[in-house]
Nanobody
Framework: QVQVLESGGGSVQAGGSLRLSCAVS?????TAWFRQAPGKGRERIAT???????SYGRFMYDHFAVSRDDAKNSLDLQINSPKPEDTAMYYC????????????????WGQGTQVTVSS
């Protein structure tokens, strides 16, 4: 059974920094970061395939960085100099079939971690 767990959210002032982590257990083919701001749809930030390839979504911004932490076995999202408009629930998701990793439909989701950026 695949399980997805996000951590690292919280409140931060604009201009600070925040690092979110996603731990996935079970056999998967890709892991992705999404976010959903109040009143908006879910936005894909990036997808990392098991071979190390990263596919960036339209909502991957210059102040975001996605990387894998091998020591923690996690996919991390670094938010540098966050802005109030980055306030959202951030979700991690995973797929067990590679062919499903090319879009926005994911099988397994974490419960999300809230990021609130104050000006």
């Amino acid at each position: 059974q695949v399980q997805v767990l996000e951590s690292g959210g919280g409140s931060v002032q604009a201009g600070g920094s925040l690092r979110l982590s996603c731990a996935v257990s079970g056999s998967t083919r890709c892991t992705a970061w999404f976010r959903q701001a109040p009143g908006k749809g879910r936005e894909r930030i990036a997808t990392r395939f098991n071979d190390g390839t990263i596919s960036y979504g339209r909502f991957m911004y210059d102040h975001f960085a996605v990387s894998r932490d091998d020591a923690k076995n996690s996919l991390d999202l670094q938010i540098n100099s966050p802005k109030p408009e980055d306030t959202a629930m951030y979700y991690c998701a995973a797929n067990t079939r590679r062919e499903d990793c090319y879009g926005d439909v994911f099988e397994f989701w974490g419960q999300g971690t809230q990021v609130t950026v104050s000006s």
